[in-house]
């Protein structure tokens, strides 16, 4: 009869017998923050405003039944074959209706089809770094990149943010200082559009100079754009690939936003001789990814209305997006501060740095309520007064309680620092935070905001 689940000792005695035949990487390798928190927020009563999550909802059902019945009608027998590594031609030529929504016009061939766009973070890393190499990212940057950057023992040098995005300036010093240690970073890793998790977008003249600096320095940008097409506001701005011509530009894009997660497909766009390696490196994943998925999507691409389904997110997102807006300046104390994306899926919010949200995730769980700290955005330690909230995944009076409840959980924490320091909770004096140690301002938060109305609100 076959043994169960190893348990307490005897999992700790299983460990120590495996433990000698653990590559050293996994030494390193972490948890993803939102992966650690699905089980958790898959029960019915705890409000997720924690996964990145698009509301699948909103997709028909017979509209599903229906490409579905069309598939296995017409084409059953492809779409249970394998499929070439690089993906179907008539998936490529999706992908290039999707990029030139936002004027990036490619060549289908220079497509990568890939299991999500996960997997093309993993496949830069694979094709690209060895252990110690220099990783230029965004503080705070994705944190399901930070499990694959660290999975490949990468040094990761995150360069702050503020409003306009990634500090481009602060990443020309951070370069110049690798330069003269002899080290030179293989890849700059970038969200440009409604940036995950901060939610702000990078201005079209740090755009250009990024481009500038990669072309000067002969450096790679992986350029991440999964909500690119979900704006709810502003004139949209170019992508990097547009600016760059397809010379050292990585495009990472995903139908998981735009259609649906569970298709697991996106792509990648690169300079020929990285794709190729690429190819190589997806060989030897996965052999290639789920012929079925790329059958549905060449079939719902086939009847012509997907721009009208991305135009329905918007409208959905966006009035979501208000309503957490709305609440947030309701329920979070006066010392918070939060953006106002003009897209995607997430809003960020620093409170009291007196505040650990790591601990307060776990008192916003009894409350039934989840979100992803700050800190799962950074390599270093920094965030951690810091939150992600995403408003996609759940419907507008979820939002409204959630942030509701984690507004209860933060003031009674402001009350009891108050008590405890004898200082005044807000409303009756201005309160400001203690003096943080040498170590927290060195570490402290880098998005610094311009005044916001309602809305928007900032500490006094």
């Known amino acids: 009869m076959p043994e169960g689940p190893p348990t307490g000792g005897r999992a700790h005695r299983d460990l120590e017998r495996y433990a000698g035949l653990f590559a050293s990487r996994t030494r390193v390798m972490k948890s993803s923050a939102m992966r650690d928190l699905m089980a958790i927020t898959e029960r ?18 017979e509209r599903l039944a229906s490409i579905m019945s069309k598939v296995a009608a017409d084409s059953s027998a492809k779409a249970l074959q394998y499929a070439p590594t690089e993906g179907m031609s008539a998936v490529a030529d999706c992908i290039a209706q999707v990029m030139a929504e936002e004027d990036t016009v490619i060549d289908p061939s220079d497509v990568l089809v890939t299991t999500g766009g996960q997997q093309v973070i993993d496949l830069v890393c694979k094709t690209l770094i060895d252990p110690g190499d220099v990783i230029i990212a965004e503080a705070p940057t994705y944190p399901g990149a930070v499990p694959a950057f660290t999975a490949y023992q990468a040094d990761v040098v995150q360069i702050e943010m503020d409003s306009d995005g990634m500090r481009i300036d602060e990443m020309e010093e ?3 200082r690798l330069e003269r240690e002899g080290r030179r970073p293989k890849f700059i890793y970038t969200i440009p559009n409604f940036q995950n998790p901060a939610g702000v977008t990078m ?10 600096v990669a072309r000067e320095r002969e450096l790679l940008v992986l350029e991440d754009n999964p909500y690119g097409l979900l704006r709810y506001e502003g004139d949209p701005l170019p992508t990097l690939r547009s ?12 139908f998981s936003k735009i259609l649906s997660p569970g298709l697991r497909l996106g792509w990648a766009v690169a300079p020929v001789p990285v794709l190729q390696k ?10 290639c990814s789920s012929s079925l998925s790329q059958m549905f999507v060449t079939q719902y691409f086939a009847e012509g209305h997907w721009q009208d389904y991305v135009l329905s997110l918007r409208d959905v997102y966006r009035r979501r997006r208000d309503t957490m807006l709305d609440a947030l300046a309701e329920h979070f104390p006066a010392e918070a ?5 003009q897209g995607g899926l997430f809003v960020w919010a620093t409170l009291p740095d007196y505040i650990d949200t790591t601990d307060l995730l776990a008192l916003a769980l009894q409350s039934n309520v989840a979100f992803v700290p700050g800190r799962a955005a950074y390599l270093d330690g920094r965030g951690g007064s810091s939150m992600r909230l995403n408003f996609s995944g759940v419907d507008e009076h979820a939002i409204r309680e959630g942030i509701r409840r984690i507004g209860e959980v933060v003031r009674e924490q402001v009350g009891l620092f108050a008590t405890i320091t004898s200082r005044p909770q807000s409303g009756q004096a201005p ?7 040498a170590i927290d301002q060195e570490l402290a ?5 311009p005044k916001r109305d309602k809305r928007e609100r900032r500490a006094e």
């Not at 600016?243 to 995903?254: E, K, S």
């Not at 309160?431 to 140690?437: I, R, T």
Request: hydrophobic share 40%; proline share 10%.
């Open 243 to 254: 600016l760059d011509g397809g010379a050292f530009v990585i495009y990472l894009g995903t």
């Open 203 to 212: 201005s079209l003249p740090r755009r250009r100079r990024l481009v500038e």
């Open 445 to 449: 938060d880098v998005l610094h905001l």
């Open 337 to 341: 501060t939060w953006t106002h994306p």
């Open 431 to 437: 309160m400001s935070a203690p003096e943080p140690a």
């Open 174 to 176: 951070a370069l110049e």
């Open 278 to 287: 690429m190819n190589l490196g997806k060989q030897e994943s996965d052999l």
């Open 44 to 61: 019915p009563e705890v409000i997720s405003l924690a996964g990145g999550l698009p509301d699948t909802s909103t997709f028909p059902a």
